[in-house]
């Protein structure tokens, strides 16, 4: 998870102010908003997040059919953040994780009060990872932990989240030595960059 400096398009700003009730979960279904979400989605994606997920940091496509745009607080509990443009994410679409796994794990507005938002909160304030492709709570550990926990953002499936992690550790350790951070995460397109950054060092001085 990275943080994220939100900057909202003028288009998305002229679309919602002809939305007559802008403060309703189903107005994101109204045509206004759905003529330009191909497009909003494309903007939150590429402009703002490096073309990562926001939560898991891996390289998604635009598509539907990999990414959709995440409402961080849910329209059914939060339907005046329907359009506030602050609580739009692009999140991979990756099954048990990311905003699939936050949407079926929190059921009451205060459990957002106990997990940490990009927009709001440096997520690098709250973890740090181990070479082992582990994230761990730095600082805040229950807010920490609960945040991994609703993401699932600590999965050890099979060629999952800690185990690509692992294995991107593997890279970095092969060319530290004669690369710097900054040209590592360019190489790597950014994938996994709060992991990247972290490591770096500890690898370097292994």
């Given at each position: 998870m990275f943080q994220i400096n939100k900057n909202e398009p003028s288009y998305f700003t002229k679309a919602k102010s002809n939305v007559k009730y802008p403060k309703r979960s189903d107005a994101w279904n109204d045509k206004n908003i759905t003529n330009i979400r191909s497009k909003l989605r494309e903007y939150i994606l590429n402009e703002e997040q490096k073309g990562l997920c926001v939560y898991c940091e891996r390289k998604i496509k635009s598509t539907p059919q990999k990414s959709n745009i995440d409402h961080f607080k849910k329209r059914d509990l939060f339907p005046q953040l329907t359009l506030d443009y602050n609580n739009l994410f692009v999140s991979c679409n990756t099954k048990d994780c990311c905003s699939?796994?936050?949407?079926?794990?929190?059921?009451?507005?205060?459990?957002?009060d106990k997990i940490v938002n990009p927009t709001v909160d440096n997520p690098g304030d709250y973890f740090e990872y181990l070479t082992t492709g582990e994230i761990v709570a730095k600082n805040d550990k229950e807010k920490a932990d609960y945040t991994i926990s609703i993401f699932n953002l600590g999965n050890k499936e099979k060629d999952d989240l800690v185990q690509c992690r692992k294995q991107v550790a593997e890279a970095v350790r092969s060319c530290c030595a004669s690369m710097k951070l900054d040209e590592?995460?360019?190489?790597?397109?950014?994938?996994?960059?709060?992991?990247i950054t972290n490591i770096y060092n500890k690898l370097k001085g292994a």
């Open positions: 699939t796994h936050k949407d079926t794990n929190i059921k009451s507005k205060d459990d957002y590592i995460l360019d190489e790597m397109g950014y994938e996994y960059q709060s992991f």
